[in-house]
């Protein structure tokens, strides 16, 4: 199935969906957060400096008078300069564009399988700037198989999980991790949707190069199709 079909199916499905995180991504105190290179903030922050990073983070919420940060989908970032080894080879154009909807809230948050699932694959891709803490769940939908990425995740929930594992829509399977188990990052969940896992368990790239754009775009289709977030509706 095509990303384009995808997101067809998820659109009819809408109304299905329960929500990844218990929290109402449409209250006032969510707001969207700009890690592009727009924002100048992020000109002189120390983004390797994980402690000061998560201050940064507190800092933009703060300013929208705000608790909970969003976005992220198809965003051309520039924080990863963080850990460039980890986002491509510096000969060739880095891999920037973020392929999933960061949600930036505190550390132990329960996540939830947004519709029946099977447990596809775990991995804890401990590497600086990685996800940490990894699952991916396989959802059927009109005899449609898809995928869900949950990255950032804290350790002694996913070690409990195993492949094959069936989970109930709205059941808890894990939580926001914690840095730096997390991958070393301010706490967040990265969600993203993916067509087709391409043969890999466990772990699938988060960020491409700002020209593949396209096809990237048509294997990760838009997470807001199962969050439902109006802040990142407005900001599409």
Known sequence: MSGSDLS????????????????????PEVA??????ANPILA????????????????????????????GYLEDRVIYR?????????????????????????AGTPVLAPLAATVH?????????????????????EDTTFYTLYGHLGRAEVALLRPGMLLEKGEKF??????????DW????????????LGREGDFPG???PAEREQWAKLCPDPNLILQSQVLAAAG
């Open 32 to 37: 969207r957060l700009d890690f592009t290179a």
């Open 186 to 197: 301010p706490p967040h969940l990265h969600f993203q949707i993916i067509a087709n896992m």
């Open 8 to 27: 067809a199916l998820l659109e009819r499905h809408q109304h299905e969906f329960g929500p990844v995180l218990p929290v109402d991504l449409n209250a």
């Open 121 to 141: 694959s775990v991995a804890d891709n401990d590497h600086f700037g990685d996800y940490g803490p990894t699952v991916i769940l396989q959802h059927e939908l």
């Open 82 to 106: 963080r850990s460039p080894g980890q986002f491509g080879d510096p000969a060739q154009q880095a891999r920037s564009l973020h392929l999933g909807v960061d949600v930036w809230l505190r």
């Open 44 to 71: 002189t922050a120390d983004l390797r400096d994980t402690a000061a990073f998560e201050v940064l983070v507190a800092r933009l919420l703060e300013a929208q008078n705000a608790l909970i940060g969003v976005g």
């Open 207 to 209: 960020v491409a190069a």
């Open 174 to 183: 894990a939580e926001v991790g914690p840095h730096p188990e997390n991958g």
